[in-house]
């Protein structure tokens, strides 16, 4: 069984936090994609979008009702589009990342915002599936999961599949707890006016929309490599996808929808860090 919870906010409760114009839109997407790819006998996909995607709901979501219904065998994928921002700590005088939910106070972040160092870090260990795969499309979110987290080694293309509806219970998929970020932790993730998508999650769908030749799936380190490359040429080198993890032979399904012909080279307009 495939499990997902993704997550998109553009918009934000508070006036302080600038709206963003493509994270909505890449969740659904990314959930549209799974939705309608994988056996719906052999997949849990729950979709929050802007009002739903409370700090309280999100966290729900993913370390109460994921980790509830996933288990051994299983796979768990969690993806997030939005804001990440940094809350400047006292005592210590420090940077610490966090994602911002729809309802995060601007001036509260510790306790309104979601800790990408120790909260990402709680939902992975929370899951009992055999496989879990973080996508944090957001900035600074390469610190995701902490320093002690070790590295390892459109809607618009409903109906256009050629291909039988994927099992992935025919699949193996290897175990391990991975989170792939699209920035590195001092780095702000860049959507694309012209791709009309965060760079880093266009390029996720590309890798993963690739149709099977041969093997069935892709390798998290292969796709993470796939990504990262193709996102740092994309920026200009000034967003470097980070992997933190580890992971036994891990594996996604590939997707093997047809999508539209690539874009051309985008101009493209930094998310500001909230």
Not at 77 to 97: C, M, Q, T, V, W
Request: net charge negative; aromatic share 6%; proline share 5%.
């Amino acid at each position: 069984m495939l499990h997902a919870v993704i997550i998109g906010i553009d918009r934000y409760a508070d006036p302080r936090i600038r709206n963003l114009s493509c994270a909505g839109c890449d969740a659904q997407i990314v959930a549209s994609l799974l939705g309608d790819r994988i056996a719906p006998d052999e997949r849990r996909v729950t979709l929050l979008l802007d009002e739903q995607a409370t700090r309280d709901s999100i966290m729900k979501a993913i370390g109460e009702d994921l980790a509830r219904a996933s288990g051994p065998a299983d796979t768990a994928i969690i993806y997030f589009a939005g804001h990440g921002s940094p809350e400047r700590a006292a005592p210590r005088d420090e940077d610490l990342p966090y994602l911002i939910a729809h309802d995060t106070d601007y001036e509260r972040i510790y306790s309104t915002g979601i800790d990408m160092a120790h909260d990402v870090t709680r939902w992975l260990q929370r899951l009992r599936a055999d496989l879990a795969v973080v996508f944090l499309d957001a900035c600074f979110s390469g610190a995701a999961g902490g320093r002690t987290f070790g590295g390892p080694v459109h809607l618009a293309n409903r109906g256009r599949f050629r291909d039988e509806l994927i099992s992935v219970k025919d699949l193996d998929l290897g175990a391990g707890r991975v989170i792939i970020a699209a920035a590195d932790d001092d780095e702000v993730a860049i959507e694309s006016e012209s791709l009309r998508h965060g760079v880093f999650t266009y390029h996720l769908l590309e890798a993963l929309r690739q149709s099977p030749a041969g093997r069935p799936t892709i390798g998290v380190a292969t796709l993470y490599e796939s990504v990262a490359d193709a996102v740092h040429q994309a920026t200009g080198t000034r967003q470097h996808p980070v992997l933190n993890g580890r992971s036994v032979r891990g594996a996604l399904p590939l997707l093997g929808v047809s999508g539209p012909a690539a874009a051309p080279a985008a101009t493209t307009t930094a998310t500001p860090d909230q």
